[in-house]
């Protein structure tokens, strides 16, 4: 699969994530503009955030590279949050993913007026390396 | 001997606002309230049991506690599910009650949320900027989402599935609010429109700053002990006569359907616990973090069918003088939410089943329903109580 774009950033000062024994390897995917979700080998279960086991059938996932494209699930517009740096980009959308491949995750939508994300919005992932080992998935609308 | 758990004490601490109180002491004050007003001894209690996560820089967990008060406890329980807490607690002791594990339990909880705020107010918030963040979320830091955010997406979500409109979320804040102007206690007692609540501040599309709880000190306690020792106590017992909790998640990026809530499950449970059927309860004492929990816990719990929520708030049936008059003392949304306001809900029910709720009093009410929500509608504890042994 082809990689999706890597935006790089000069300095990072929003929270990062502190890559672990299993999820080293999504962020480090991510960082390479790849989104990584995990399916069981046993039942094929489908899942995110990575785990060390199938949370339906306790199996050892293995990963499985997605497409990158996606629906808007469900969505709010954040317009108050007390705390730089999110206090500084306000307003700014949070939203469900349904990835093409099933499974939900949370992320942000950006490049598009806040007031334009709708339920159903199809959108496709985009990343912010922030370290060597750490790329953040973000969405933006399909074909934008 | 009968082990039939019943509530026998209730304490409330100073709110909205303490000044003068720490986390810490919200809980004593609250244990020596609830203890005087069962009438027990303090060395009667053998059992000891709360949630922690309200002392800011105090430290309040369970065992700090248990040794700060001295109780030389048979049982102890620290389970922390959020908001939900004490409604799992009242479903752990139930069953500890029944099978002896202890005789006579003391439940506490103290926050000093709103004056810690206050002194604090300036020094931003809760994210450092720059920090590596480890566990579930990781996956979820970067993005800035804030808690109103997470239960705004099941706003977002039900609107888009059933129609629920903005107006109806909103009648639930003003029908709490009509609660709230007779509680003198209350933080916020002015009239309130559904206009006043659509014009508020947007603080997370779709909810308005109006649709969002206000942030108070306070701490509550309650005391449960066997329906044996409550004959020789001065109040009348409330009986749990059914409890029990659920979650389907923690985080909010786990959530899976946002139209609903482990209330679901939980909800029938502790109503079959208790052998009562939905049209058998009085009143809810329900966790309004925000309007939208109201809703999404009416809906799942089972009181009217999904989607059927919002022309049922509309109708006027959680308003004083409806078929189920809700969070009678002016809930989490107008007037104490201290950061966990799950015992609230046990101690509000518990005034209401004793007839001691004054102007707010719903009349003959036998038996009311506390549910809880943890987390982000993630750990949902039901309690039904009721003041006939069943
Ligand atoms: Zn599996």
Known sequence: MTAHEVKTVE???????????????????????????????????????????????????????????????????????????????LPYVIAMVELAEGPMMLGSITDCDPDDVRIDLPVEVYFVKTADDVGIPYWRPAGS | MDRTPVIVGIGLSEYPVAPDLDGVQHHVLAARRAIEDAGIDKSEIDGYVNAGGGGGMMVDDVVTMAEYLRINHRYIDGTMTGGSSFEFHVQHLAAAIRDGACDTALVTYGSDQLSRMG???GTGGFTRAGARVSGPIQYEAAYGNSLVGSYAMYATRHMHEFGTTSEQLAEIAVGVREYAMLNPKAMYRDPMTVDDVLSSRMIADPLHKLDCCAITD????????????AKDLPKPPVYVLGAAGAQTHWNISQQ?????????????????????THDDVDMLMFYDSFTITCLILLESLGFVKQGEGGPFVSEGNLKRGGKLPLNTDGGGLSSCHPGMRGIFLIIEAARQLRGEAGDAQVPDCKVALAAGSGGWLSCIGVAVLGNEHP
């Not at chain 2, 899976?256 to 009562?276: K, N, Y």
């Open chain 2, 218 to 229: 306070g701490g509550g306690a309650f005391i449960m002990t066997t329906a044996e020792r």
């Open chain 2, 119 to 121: 002194r604090r107010l």
């Open chain 2, 256 to 276: 899976v359907d946002f139209t609903t809530s482990a209330g679901a499950q939980a909800g029938p449970e502790a109503l079959g616990r208790a052998g009562l």
């Open chain 1, 11 to 89: 300095e990072w000062i929003k929270p990062l994530p502190q890559p672990d024994g299993v999820s080293g390897e999504y962020w480090q995917a991510a960082s390479e503009g790849r989104l990584l979700i995990q399916q069981c080998p046993k039942c094929g279960h489908k899942q995110w955030y990575p785990r060390a086991l199938c949370t339906a059938c306790a199996t050892e996932p293995e990963w499985l590279e997605c497409s990158g494209r996606g629906v808007v699930h469900t969505f709010t517009v954040v317009r108050q949050y007390g705390a730089r740096p999110f206090r500084d980009e």
